[in-house]
T-cell receptor
Framework: QQQVKQSPQSLIVQKGGISIINCAYENTAFDYFPWYQQFPGKGPALLIA?????SEKKEGRFTISFNKSAKQFSLHIMDSQPGDSATYFC?????????????FGKGTHLIIQP | KAGVTQTPRYLIKTRGQQVTLSCSPISGHRSVSWYQQTPGQGLQFLFE???????NKGNFPGRFSGRQFSNSRSEMNVSTLELGDSALYLC?????????????FGPGTRLTVT
């Protein structure tokens, strides 16, 4: 059972545009939602994370929007740059249960065209 | 601070053999988690250690095991290797008592089983 569904699988955005990646979760006990960025040959790097007590969190060009009632959250990359080309993963966790580590989405391969 | 280090970075083993992978967490981090990354299944949680004790375990067979030492370094072992064990094995460390927050990943060990 896939508990975190991520879309799209791949995304092409022009330089300077906004990249948007969406995730939906099923487990209402999830209360921690990080996003990771992974370059080829590297491990995932923590970008930004949110707890469900806020609807939005911004760090530089990266923004997480969170909709608790819809059980959805998304990553927005403003002014996308070629250096942002990477695979992005959303994840979720039930910190109270701490049971199963992070549950990851399948990833989005993002290409920023110059 | 130095990041999470994993050794070796690449490994080729034959079906039926066993393998041990090593992870050194970020200094001061006491929680270490292991994940398997494959193109088909994505990132999947293996297990988590804190203070030398396994706290959580994912849905993997008993051939996958691990341990943590008093200095927080961790090892994972896979016995009786199968072709399907070929994957990138990632270690992540966390500064908190619960591993569910702010997990920082190493570069991974690429295991190929022939």
């Amino acid at each position: 059972q896939q508990q975190v569904k991520q879309s799209p699988q791949s995304l092409i955005v022009q330089k300077g545009g906004i990249s948007i990646i969406n995730c939906a979760y099923e487990n209402t006990a999830f209360d921690y939602f990080p996003w990771y960025q992974q370059f080829p040959g590297k491990g995932p790097a923590l970008l930004i994370a949110i707890r469900p007590d806020v609807s939005e969190k911004k760090e530089g060009r990266f923004t997480i929007s969170f909709n608790k009632s819809a059980k959805q959250f998304s990553l927005h990359i403003m002014d996308s740059q070629p250096g942002d080309s990477a695979t992005y993963f959303c994840a979720a966790n039930d910190s109270g249960g701490g049971a199963d580590g992070l549950t990851f989405g399948k990833g989005t391969h993002l290409i920023i065209q110059p | 601070k130095a990041g999470v280090t994993q050794t070796p970075r690449y490994l080729i083993k034959t079906r039926g053999q066993q393998v041990t992978l090593s992870c050194s967490p970020i200094s001061g981090h006491r929680s270490v988690s292991w994940y398997q990354q494959t193109p088909g299944q994505g990132l999947q949680f293996l297990f988590e250690y804190f203070s030398e004790t396994q706290r959580n375990k994912g849905n993997f067979p008993g051939r996958f095991s691990g341990r943590q030492f008093s200095n927080s370094r961790s090892e994972m072992n896979v016995s009786t290797l199968e072709l399907g064990d070929s994957a990138l094995y990632l270690c992540a460390s966390s500064p908190r008592g619960k591993s569910t927050y702010e997990q920082y990943f190493g570069p991974g060990t690429r295991l190929t089983v022939t």
